[in-house]
């Protein structure tokens, strides 16, 4: 089946720093892009929208300055969370949307875990 | 958009038992995934059913889309097994986006030995 990797699964950062985190469709191509995010016990929120060369979609009450989406091409996107503060610490999840299978492929990564100190 | 209504919320089953996960949709959509969260984060795709009926082993999904609910069956239950159960719908609008799957809250099933 498809898979969808993320890097890192896990990270710890200090407060105000920046973290990066990949998403790459492994063996599919993928023309649009998920990121997610899920908090403890709950279930996952969709941030932004991104296609492959154009600007991302963010979902309302997501601030763009604070999570930058780079889609650069059809196969990674790359969610940037800018000057990270404690509430930013969660479980962020890509999925990435089959270009040929269409609606019903979309695929999952494996989730990064944000801690900020 | 969509709501998206999963019940019930928590399920203790015995190894070996069976159980019906539901899904209710506030309205109709385009598609329809059932997904398994596992203890380490991961969401594996079980079924696209925007209607009808699939099986998949011990697991079958039957969606009415008519009546705007899907239904997750899980027989002879195993302890791995265990894990948040999802389901997620899309409704595409013409002239829209190219439209987002809506999560439920989720059912957390623990199946005990």
């Known amino acids: 089946g498809a898979v969808v990797s993320q890097h890192p699964s896990w990270v710890i950062c200090k407060s105000g720093t920046s973290v990066k985190i990949e998403c790459r469709s492994l063996d599919f191509q993928a023309t649009t892009m998920f990121w997610y995010r899920q908090f403890p016990k709950q279930s996952l929120m969709l941030m932004a929208t991104?296609?492959?060369?154009?600007?991302?979609?963010?979902e309302q009450g997501v601030e763009k300055d604070k999570f930058l989406i780079n889609h650069a091409s059809l196969t990674l996107s790359t969610l940037t969370v800018t000057s990270a503060h404690p509430e930013d610490s969660s479980f962020y999840i890509c999925?990435?949307?089959?270009?040929?299978?269409?609606?019903?492929?979309?695929?999952f990564g494996p989730g990064t875990r944000l801690l900020v100190l | 958009g969509i709501q998206v209504e999963q019940s019930p919320p928590d399920l203790i089953l015995q190894e070996g038992a069976n159980s019906t996960l539901r899904c209710n949709f506030s309205d109709s959509v385009n598609n329809l995934q059932w997904f398994h969260q596992n203890p380490w984060g991961q969401l594996i795709n079980l079924f696209y059913?925007?209607?009808g009926t699939k099986q998949n082993g011990r697991l079958s999904a039957t969606t009415v889309a008519t009546e705007r609910y899907s239904l997750l069956y899980i027989s002879s239950s195993q302890t791995t097994d265990s894990g948040v159960y999802f389901c997620a719908g899309m409704r595409w609008e013409y002239g829209g986006s190219q439209g987002n799957l809506i999560f439920g809250k989720g059912t957390k099933l623990s199946v005990k030995p």
């Open positions: 999925s990435a949307r089959d270009l040929i299978g269409g609606w019903e492929t979309q695929y």
């Open positions: 059913i925007p209607s």
């Open positions: 991104s296609n492959e060369g154009s600007k991302a979609t963010y």
